[in-house]
C-alpha cells in the first residue's frame, strides 16, 4: 500500500464500503422484484457481492488497505499495523459510506433514503453463524496477505460468496455493513434490535481469526534461525 495521505484512505475506506452496501442492498431489491424464490433470490444477492468485492479490493486496496469493514480494521489495529486514532476514523468513513449505500440503493429503486427492516435475525445459531463468518473472512485475508497477496480480491470475494450459502445468518460478517443494512426494510434487511448480537459475534469470530493466524501463520524458530543465517552469510 503506498502512503496515500490519511484524508485520501478514509475516503476511499467510505466509497468502497458505500459501492459495497449499495450492492448488496440494491441487488436483494432487484432479486425481491423479479423473483419470489427465496433460493434464487439469495443467489442473485451473493454473486454480485462477492464480484463488486473483488473489483473494489483491486482498485481500492492500494489507497486504504481496502478493510470496508471494522472488524478487519480492528484486527489490523490488533497486529500493530493501524494506529488506534486512524482505526477510529476508518470504523466511522465505514459507517458513513455504508449508510450512503442503503441510501443510494433507495434512491435507485424510488423507495424512502431510509427504512428501518423489520426483518428478524436474531438467536444463538444466527449469531454463531456470525462468528464463523467473521472468523473465516479474517483468516482467508491474513493467509491471502502472506502467501499470494495478489489473489486477496479473488479469495475475499469468493469466501464471501460461499459463506452466503454456507451460513445461517449469510454472512453479514461486517459490523459496518450489518448497521446499513438495518436502514433497508428489504431482502437484506435486519432490525435494528438485532445489531448488537451480529456485531458483538462479528467481532468475537474476526479477532478469535486473527489469534489462530497469528500462531498457524507465525515464522517457526527453526525458519527464523534459517533466515538470520541467510541474512549473515
Same mark, same amino acid.
Given at each position: 500500500?503506498?502512503?496515500?495521505?490519511?484524508?485520501?484512505?478514509? *475516503?476511499?475506506?467510505?466509497?468502497? &464500503?458505500?459501492?459495497?452496501?449499495?450492492?448488496?442492498?440494491?441487488?436483494? $431489491?432487484? *432479486?425481491?422484484?423479479?423473483?419470489?424464490?427465496?433460493?434464487?433470490? +439469495?443467489?442473485?444477492?451473493?454473486?454480485?457481492?462477492?464480484?463488486?468485492?473483488?473489483? !473494489? $479490493?483491486?482498485? +481500492?486496496?492500494?489507497?486504504?488497505?481496502?478493510?470496508?469493514?471494522?472488524?478487519?480494521?480492528?484486527?489490523?489495529?490488533?497486529?500493530?499495523? +493501524?494506529?488506534?486514532?486512524?482505526?477510529? /476514523?476508518?470504523?466511522?468513513?465505514?459507517?458513513?459510506?455504508?449508510?450512503?449505500?442503503?441510501?443510494?440503493?433507495?434512491?435507485?429503486? #424510488? /423507495?424512502?433514503?431510509?427504512?428501518?427492516?423489520?426483518?428478524?435475525?436474531?438467536?444463538?445459531?444466527?449469531?454463531?453463524?456470525?462468528?464463523?463468518?467473521?472468523?473465516?473472512?479474517?483468516?482467508?485475508?491474513?493467509?491471502? $496477505?502472506?502467501?499470494?497477496?495478489? #489473489?486477496?480480491?479473488?479469495?475475499?470475494?469468493?469466501? $464471501?460468496?460461499?459463506?452466503?450459502?454456507? &451460513?445461517?445468518?449469510?454472512?453479514?460478517?461486517?459490523?459496518?455493513?450489518?448497521?446499513?443494512?438495518?436502514?433497508?426494510?428489504?431482502?437484506?434487511?435486519?432490525?435494528?434490535?438485532? +445489531?448488537?448480537?451480529?456485531?458483538?459475534?462479528?467481532?468475537?469470530?474476526?479477532? #478469535?481469526?486473527? !489469534?489462530?493466524?497469528?500462531?498457524?501463520?507465525?515464522?517457526?524458530?527453526?525458519? *527464523?534461525?534459517?533466515?538470520?543465517?541467510?541474512?549473515?552469510?
Amino acid at each position: 500500500m503506498d502512503n496515500f495521505a490519511l484524508s485520501r484512505r478514509l *475516503a476511499a475506506e467510505a466509497l468502497g &464500503t458505500g459501492i459495497l452496501v449499495a450492492t448488496v442492498v440494491g441487488s436483494g $431489491i432487484m *432479486a425481491e422484484t423479479l423473483t419470489k424464490d427465496v433460493a434464487l433470490a +439469495l443467489l442473485c444477492n451473493s454473486l454480485p457481492t462477492g464480484a463488486i468485492l473483488v473489483v !473494489l $479490493i483491486t482498485v +481500492l486496496g492500494p489507497v486504504s488497505g481496502a478493510h470496508f469493514n471494522p472488524a478487519v480494521t480492528l484486527v489490523f489495529t490488533g497486529k500493530r499495523e +493501524l494506529p488506534a486514532n486512524e482505526a477510529a /476514523l476508518y470504523v466511522i468513513a465505514q459507517i458513513a459510506g455504508g449508510i450512503a449505500g442503503t441510501v443510494a440503493a433507495h434512491l435507485m429503486f #424510488a /423507495l424512502p433514503l431510509l427504512d428501518l427492516s423489520t426483518k428478524i435475525r436474531t438467536g444463538r445459531p444466527q449469531w454463531f453463524a456470525e462468528a464463523v463468518a467473521a472468523f473465516g473472512l479474517v483468516a482467508t485475508i491474513l493467509a491471502g $496477505i502472506r502467501f499470494q497477496r495478489t #489473489a486477496v480480491p479473488w479469495l475475499v470475494g469468493l469466501y $464471501i460468496t460461499a459463506a452466503y450459502w454456507f &451460513t445461517a445468518s449469510t454472512s453479514f460478517a461486517n459490523p459496518a455493513v450489518a448497521i446499513a443494512r438495518s436502514l433497508t426494510n428489504t431482502f437484506s434487511g435486519i432490525r435494528p434490535a438485532d +445489531l448488537p448480537g451480529f456485531i458483538l459475534a462479528e467481532l468475537c469470530g474476526a479477532f #478469535a481469526g486473527m !489469534l489462530l493466524m497469528n500462531w498457524l501463520l507465525g515464522r517457526s524458530r527453526a525458519s *527464523a534461525s534459517v533466515a538470520i543465517t541467510e541474512t549473515t552469510r
